[in-house]
């Protein structure tokens, strides 16, 4: 049943994502060019200002979920839309949500398990490069172990968030990163992801 469902969803789901995302792009056109001209690269320099930025206008978080398939294009794939990313004092926090599309379910009719550990580390990812970012580049990092705990089935919009302690980067030892994901609507935790850097 998923597969005719996708069969119609999908091209109308593509379209309104295409839509959405060039107004978004022509409604930020002029301030993210008046941002160039003001500030140069540095003011696309750090994800969390840009975030914040693009946040300040309509469909900003789509045009900045829109720039993930660009980066990181298997994580594209799950449409993971970026919620929050913010740096409040030492922390950095990230957030997306993904929908129980036809295509990201498996056979269960839910969220495929490998669906929600790749926005699981997506979110995490997000975090720590703005980490590095932050840092000044003083830190790399790359995911060595992702590891996931499931606790029910996910049949409804997912909310991934994590945070990222800059101090913890500054001790220069490997650093877990948790993600967890919930029942946008519920609240109610359905997996953790834990992501080794």
């Known amino acids: ?14 379209t309104l994502s295409f839509v959405t995302t060039v107004v978004g792009w022509c409604i930020l056109a002029i301030p ?8 140069g690269r ?19 978080t789509h045009c900045f979920s829109s720039l ?8 594209g794939s799950v449409e993971c839309h970026i ?16 929908e129980n ?3 990201l379910r498996n056979p269960f009719q839910s969220v495929h398990a490998v669906a929600m550990t790749n926005v699981g580390e997506l979110v995490s990812g997000l975090g720590m490069l703005t980490a590095f970012q932050v840092e000044k580049g003083k830190y790399r990092g790359i995911p ?35 993600t967890v994901l919930r029942d946008k609507a519920s609240g109610e935790e359905v997996a953790k992801c834990f992501i080794t850097w």
């Open 144 to 178: 060595t172990k992702i590891t996931t705990e499931y606790f029910k089935k996910a049949k409804v919009t997912i909310l991934a968030c994590s945070s990222i302690d800059l101090k913890q980067l500054q001790s220069g030892k490997d650093i877990v990163v948790e």
């Open 1 to 14: 049943m998923d597969t005719i469902k996708t069969l119609f969803l999908w091209p109308v789901h593509a």
């Open 68 to 75: 993930v398939p660009f980066t990181a294009p298997y994580s």
């Open 83 to 98: 919620r929050d990313l913010s740096q409040v004092e030492d922390t950095i926090s990230c957030s997306g949500t993904i």
């Open 42 to 60: 540095k003011g696309y320099s750090n994800n969390a200002e840009i975030f914040s930025f693009f946040n300040k206008f309509p469909l900003g």
């Open 101 to 103: 599309y036809p295509w």
């Open 32 to 39: 993210c060019l008046i941002r160039l001209i003001v500030k």
